[in-house]
């Protein structure tokens, strides 16, 4: 685990492992890097892949909970492209990670190759963030990581058919034993600025995704979501039929992304980066590493 310094001196942890075409990965609201491990060992070869852990998350430092947003977030994503020296990478986003990525898209286009949304888009349902909302900043009321194991599949409506060693895996993705208690891997003030976020209309981004024109892109959602509507997903299927789609079965909010579904469709959108990135025009801009 590496650290950098955002423009405000937060501290921000990451991991960037392998060699070849940058793959920027941005976890959820709640979540950090480790989202991906279970991806990672199904990635080709020639990707290098840039675990983020956004700031009050995982490894990396709070900060004041009115930069846990979702401009300052895409700020510090291309903040780590800058301390790479990385003029250019594809985004993987889960939740809301892929609006970090649609952000980016709408405010600096030439630094991105492509964009893949795990379980997200332009539309964004109040139900599932409420479901969301309800848990945001809750330290589990059990004493153990076991405990919560055992209580995991219960609170994550629409998955099936999922082992329960992944639901351990999870557990200790998401949660950290303390001494008498299981505590939180990210800043509970996480719940103020989603309050304060709820707190009003929202937003369609639908400007966002349009302003990915030209870019591969890929999509993928969990059958039984409750954050990406079906209808959603149909609407960005129309706005852009090249597209890549997958539906997960026995999948809610969100996808693993080791399904073989998420995989075949990820390998397909890499492969359509490649390709792009290779057919670009040289980068407009050069960034000399942090």
Same mark, same amino acid.
């Not at 070869?45 to 430092?61: A, C, K, P, T």
């Not at 109040?126 to 209580?151: C, F, K, M």
């Not at 890929?218 to 090249?242: K, N, Y």
């Not at 079965?249 to 073989?260: K, Q, S, V, Y």
């Given at each position: 685990?590496?650290?950098?310094?955002?423009?405000?001196?937060?501290?921000?942890?990451?991991?960037?492992? $392998?060699?070849?075409?940058? =793959?920027?990965?941005?976890?959820?609201?709640?979540?950090?890097?480790?989202?991906?491990? #279970?991806?990672?060992?199904?990635?080709?070869?020639?990707?290098?892949?840039?675990?983020?852990?956004?700031?009050?998350?995982?490894?990396?430092?709070?900060?004041?909970?009115?930069?846990?947003?979702?401009?300052?977030?895409?700020?510090?994503?291309?903040?780590?492209?800058?301390? +790479?020296? @990385?003029?250019?990478?594809?985004? @993987? $986003?889960?939740?809301?990670?892929? =609006?970090?990525?649609?952000?980016?898209?709408?405010?600096?286009?030439?630094? /991105?190759?492509? /964009?893949?949304?795990?379980?997200?888009?332009?539309?964004?349902?109040?139900?599932?963030?409420?479901? @969301?909302?309800?848990?945001?900043?809750?330290?589990?009321?059990?004493?153990?990581?076991?405990? &919560?194991?055992?209580?995991?599949?219960?609170?994550?409506? $629409?998955?099936?058919?999922?082992? !329960?060693?992944?639901?351990?895996?999870?557990?200790?993705?998401?949660? &950290?034993?303390?001494?008498?208690? &299981?505590? /939180?891997? #990210?800043?509970?003030?996480?719940?103020?600025?989603?309050?304060?976020?709820?707190?009003?209309?929202?937003?369609?981004?639908?400007?966002?995704?349009?302003?990915?024109?030209? =870019?591969?892109?890929?999509? @993928?959602?969990?059958?039984?979501?409750?954050? +990406?509507? *079906?209808?959603?997903?149909?609407?960005?299927?129309?706005? *852009? !039929?090249?597209?890549?789609?997958?539906?997960?079965?026995?999948?809610?909010?969100?996808?693993? =992304?080791?399904?073989?579904?998420?995989?075949?469709?990820?390998?397909?959108?890499?492969?359509?980066?490649?390709?792009?990135?290779?057919?670009?025009?040289?980068?407009?801009?050069?960034?000399?590493?942090?």
């Amino acid at each position: 685990m590496e650290r950098f310094e955002a423009e405000d001196g937060t501290r921000l942890a990451y991991r960037d492992e $392998g060699a070849g075409l940058p =793959l920027l990965a941005l976890a959820g609201l709640t979540r950090d890097g480790r989202d991906f491990d #279970y991806l990672a060992r199904y990635l080709p070869d020639g990707i290098r892949l840039i675990r983020l852990d956004s700031r009050g998350r995982g490894r990396s430092d709070w900060a004041p909970p009115e930069t846990y947003s979702v401009a300052q977030e895409a700020k510090d994503a291309l903040a780590l492209l800058d301390h +790479l020296g @990385i003029a250019r990478a594809a985004v @993987i $986003g889960s939740s809301r990670g892929g =609006l970090l990525g649609l952000v980016i898209a709408a405010t600096a286009r030439p630094r /991105l190759l492509g /964009l893949c949304m795990n379980d997200v888009g332009p539309v964004v349902e109040r139900d599932g963030l409420v479901r @969301i909302g309800s848990y945001i900043g809750v330290e589990p009321t059990v004493p153990t990581l076991e405990e &919560v194991a055992d209580r995991t599949q219960a609170a994550m409506p $629409g998955f099936d058919r999922v082992p !329960p060693l992944r639901w351990q895996e999870e557990t200790v993705r998401h949660y &950290v034993q303390l001494d008498g208690h &299981v505590g /939180l891997t #990210y800043d509970p003030a996480l719940r103020t600025s989603f309050e304060a976020a709820m707190a009003q209309p929202l937003p369609e981004l639908w400007p966002l995704f349009d302003a990915c024109a030209g =870019l591969p892109l890929a999509l @993928i959602r969990g059958e039984a979501s409750d954050v +990406l509507a *079906r209808a959603t997903a149909a609407e960005m299927r129309r706005r *852009r !039929p090249d597209m890549l789609f997958a539906e997960v079965p026995w999948r809610g909010h969100i996808p693993f =992304l080791d399904e073989p579904a998420a995989i075949s469709v990820i390998v397909q959108w890499l492969a359509r980066v490649q390709d792009f990135d290779a057919a670009a025009a040289p980068a407009p801009l050069a960034v000399a590493p942090g």
